[in-house]
């Protein structure tokens, strides 16, 4: 059975800072591509930050020179470093896993974990 399991939400002050953590269990972890979403209330999920199997990484402009996606393949986990957080910070933050095998696409989601930017 595939999980992914979130941890490392929580509330933080703007200009705090937060990781995020993502544990992977059931998937050859290191042949998925893996990444980060948020959704805030009323809007739609959107992509924070992403990295393939290879170590390639992607940011949205938002996050750009803020936040930093770290996978580490031997304990089959990705995280996400956020620093300088801003208060439209304030979302659920969904992990991603996705591959594509001759022409299925395999794709999976956390649960998703809080995060909460107010002063």
């Known amino acids: 059975q595939v999980q992914l399991v979130e941890s490392g939400g929580g509330l933080v002050q703007p200009g705090g ?14 042949h998925y ?7 805030a209330p009323g809007k739609q ?4 930050a992403a990295t393939t199997s290879g170590g390639e990484t992607d940011y949205a402009d938002f996050v750009k ?8 393949n031997t304990k089959d986990k990705v ?20 591959l594509m ?8 989601w ?3 974990t809080q995060v909460s930017v107010s002063s």
Request: proline residues 0%; charged residues 20%.
């Open 110 to 112: 956390g649960q998703g």
């Open 33 to 39: 591509d893996m990444g980060w979403y948020r959704q």
């Open 65 to 72: 020179g803020r936040f930093t996606i770290l996978r580490d």
């Open 17 to 30: 800072s937060l990781r995020l953590s993502c544990a992977a269990y059931g998937i050859t972890f290191s």
């Open 79 to 98: 995280y996400l470093q956020m620093n300088s957080l801003k208060r439209e910070g304030t979302a659920v933050y969904y992990c991603h896993a996705g």
């Open 45 to 48: 999920r959107e992509v924070v």
């Open 101 to 108: 095998v001759k022409g299925t696409h395999y794709a999976y």
